[in-house]
C-alpha cells in the first residue's frame, strides 16, 4: 500500500506539474503575444481544463491497463516484447489500473476545488513571470546597446511593458489595496480612540463640576 500511494502522488505531482507548464504558456501567450491583461478567473478556467484532460488521460491509461490484463491472463508462454504480457503480469497491471484511476479521482477532487485552481494558477503566474524575466535579464546583459542599435527594441520594449503588467503593476495595485486597508483600519483605530478620550474628558468635567458644587 505504501509504495501504491507513492505511485500515486508521483502520479499527480507529475500531472500537477504538467497542468502549471501549460497554464503558464496560456499566460505567457495571453499577456506577451496577444497584449491582454492577467485575469485569475480565466487562468483558473484554464488550470481547470488541463486537469481534466490529464485525469481522461489517467483513466485512458487504466482502461488500457485492464485490457492488457485481462489479454495476458492464461499467456504462459515467452513474451515477444516488452509489452507482450503474460499471466505473471497480470498482478501488476491491476495494480497499475488501480492507481491510473486514483490520480484520475484526485485530478478531479482538483479540479472541483477553487484554492487549488488559484494556487496552481499563481504558480504558473510566477514561473511566466521568472521565463520573462531571465530573458531581458540575458538580452540586457549580452546587448548593452543604445535603443537606436537594437533592432528589436519596439519588440523588447513591449515585452518588457507587458511583464510589467503582468506581475509588477499587479503587486503594486495589490500592495496598495492592503496599504488603503491598513490605513483605514489606522483611521478607524485613531477616531475610536478620539471618541473614547472625549468622553473620557466629559466625565472628568462633569466630576470635577460636582465636586465644585
Known sequence: MGKSADAITEGVSIATSAARLAVKNHILVGTIAQGGSFDVAKYMNDAREELLALAA???????????????????????????????????????????????????????????????LVEAARAAAWGDVAGNLQTRLRVEAMRPDEDPDYEVMREARMQALRLVDLQALASDQRVRRKNREKADKAADKADKAAAKAAEREEKRAARHAR
Open 57 to 119: 488521460e489517467s483513466e485512458e491509461a487504466a482502461e488500457f491497463a485492464n485490457a492488457q490484463r485481462k489479454r495476458a491472463h492464461g499467456r504462459y508462454s515467452d513474451p515477444h516484447g516488452t509489452h507482450d504480457y503474460r499471466d505473471r503480469d497480470v498482478r501488476n497491471l491491476r495494480k497499475r489500473a488501480k492507481q491510473s484511476d486514483a490520480v484520475a479521482d484526485r485530478l478531479r477532487e482538483m479540479a472541483d476545488d477553487p484554492e487549488t485552481l488559484r494556487f
